[in-house]
């Protein structure tokens, strides 16, 4: 009988714990951002895809310095809001040379990925390497 209780007690253990994770990873999934460059314009920009306000600017802030991204256009798909940030040359070339960059809005802080920036604004494309 004892054997059984601690049974019990591993299992209810292990639920609580898995439920507790799968709370905080979806409580963690912030917007989905996306780099690209505009086929027509040449203009580079950020695209936020979330489920919330749209912002008409964010921060974005490379290796300590702090510049602002405007909001060119912003529409809705199903429940999520698409938000167009465009990047101006110098912008964009201070996040190509950067190591670290995040974007700011309010009450979130966004880690963007080095290698997603290079491999969508390289003005050189990259060759396989044998």
Sequence with gaps: MRYVNVVLLVVAVQ???SGMLEAGVT???GPRVVFG???KT???YVQLAERGPVYPTADVTCDGNRRTLTLTRSSSAGDRTVAIYVASPKISGLMLRAAECRLLLPGQEIALARTQIRAAWSAQPRTAKP
Excluded: E, F, I, Y
């Design 15 to 17: 639920v609580a714990a």
């Design 27 to 29: 409580a963690a999934v």
């Design 37 to 39: 460059v505009d086929a």
């Design 42 to 44: 040449g203009q580079r």
